[in-house]
């Protein structure tokens, strides 16, 4: 019998473009290649704005399979490219900022085990069987952000605290985030999302204890020559 494969939606493919991208420069910035670590740097100054404000980071942030058509897909017209290629922008200058100093990849492909979600990565952030208000409260702000603007900043904030705590974040699932939430009513499905991998986070250690944050990651440097910028 013969299995069909349906076509990969927009979505699908922001979130493996933006998994590639990442995936390359996390490896290259790891291994201290330079041209990695100024990418990066670049990246770096675009967190929290709009993709139209620095055009000088459009070489990085390569949109070219974007245009092309995959076996059995149709052409994205200009409605799906522009919310492509900004839900990419905000995707990669926001792991650019997370990286920044750290020794281990700050992007991690969730599992169903181990779900890497915005939500996930924020409970992470508190104490086991306890909701920090003021971290809670960033969720919810990131969640009620009028416009994709807005959301950028916002997550720019997020993104600090975790990048302080060494939690991972799952990027290629954010940029599909980024793209759905673009369109009508893709805010709520997307809040709808944080929410589930929110509340779903649960993470015990052999022992029966839970983890405290980032502890299943490899401890940074507080080296930031490399990444000055």
């Known amino acids: ?42 990246l770096r100054r675009g967190a929290g704005r709009e993709a139209g404000q620095l055009p000088d980071l459009w070489a990085l942030i390569d949109t070219g399979p974007l245009h092309k058509t995959p076996d059995g897909a149709r ?59 003021p971290v809670h409260k960033r969720l919810v702000r990131a969640g009620t952000a009028p416009d994709l603007a807005v959301l950028a900043q916002r997550l720019r904030d997020i993104v600090v605290l975790l990048r302080r705590e060494d939690i991972e974040l799952d990027y290629a699932q954010l940029a599909g985030q980024l793209y759905t939430w673009q369109w009508p009513g893709g805010a709520d499905t997307v809040r709808r999302e944080w929410g589930r991998s929110f509340h779903a ?29």
Not at 9 to 35: F, N
Not at 77 to 104: C, F, G, I, K, P
Not at 207 to 217: E, L, M, R, Y
């Open 75 to 133: 052409p994205l017209n200009e409605s799906e490219l522009t919310r492509a290629e900004d839900a990419l922008h905000v995707a990669l200058t926001l792991y650019a900022l997370h990286q920044q100093s750290r020794r281990a990849g700050m992007y991690q492909a969730g599992r169903p085990d181990r779900p890497r979600g915005l939500g996930a990565a924020v409970r992470r952030m508190m104490k086991p069987g306890e909701i920090d208000g």
């Open 1 to 42: 019998m013969t299995t069909v494969t349906a076509p990969a939606t927009p979505r699908e493919r922001v979130a493996r473009l933006a998994a590639g991208h990442i995936a390359a420069l996390q490896r290259g910035y790891l291994d201290d290649q330079p041209h990695a670590i100024a990418a990066l740097a670049r």
């Open 201 to 229: 986070w649960h993470d015990k250690r052999a022992d029966g204890g839970f983890p405290s944050a980032g502890s299943d990651t490899t401890s940074s440097t507080e080296n930031e020559d490399k990444d000055a910028s």
